[in-house]
């Protein structure tokens, strides 16, 4: 790139560099939830998750006890707090 300030490139890579490490990218995770078996149920999946991750998406399935997670957690932190709040997190 001519006319940039010299090295200002690679300040700006070690700036997105930086960001990359410290914010993981959302990622779906799917889970089955066998013991999820009424709207309560999702409401405190979704509450528990969310407490571990205010910016998680959740989208549950009753029929199916599925629950797909948008979130930048790692599976097995969704997994916990999915557990911890009293369900049986399986992976899906
Ligand atoms: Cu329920």
Same mark, same amino acid.
């Given at each position: 790139? %001519? +006319?940039? !300030?010299? +090295?200002? +490139? $690679? !300040? #700006?890579? *070690?700036?997105?560099?930086?960001? @990359? #490490?410290? !914010?993981? *990218?959302?990622? &779906? /995770? %799917?889970?089955?939830?066998?013991?999820?078996?009424?709207?309560?149920? #999702?409401?405190? #999946?979704?509450?528990? =998750? %969310? !407490? @571990?991750?205010?910016?998680? /998406? =959740?989208?549950?399935? @009753?029929? /199916?006890?599925?629950?797909?997670?948008?979130?930048?957690?790692?599976?097995?932190? &969704? $997994? $916990?707090?999915?557990?911890?709040? +009293?369900? /049986?997190?399986?992976?899906?």
């Amino acid at each position: 790139m %001519r +006319g940039q !300030r010299p +090295g200002s +490139g $690679a !300040r #700006i890579a *070690e700036a997105a560099y930086i960001a @990359l #490490i410290h !914010r993981k *990218e959302a990622a &779906l /995770t %799917r889970f089955t939830v066998p013991d999820m078996t009424c709207d309560g149920c #999702i409401k405190a #999946i979704t509450a528990a =998750v %969310r !407490r @571990l991750d205010p910016a998680a /998406t =959740v989208a549950a399935d @009753l029929p /199916t006890h599925k629950v797909e997670i948008t979130s930048g957690k790692p599976a097995a932190d &969704l $997994a $916990a707090a999915i557990d911890d709040a +009293g369900f /049986t997190a399986q992976a899906a």
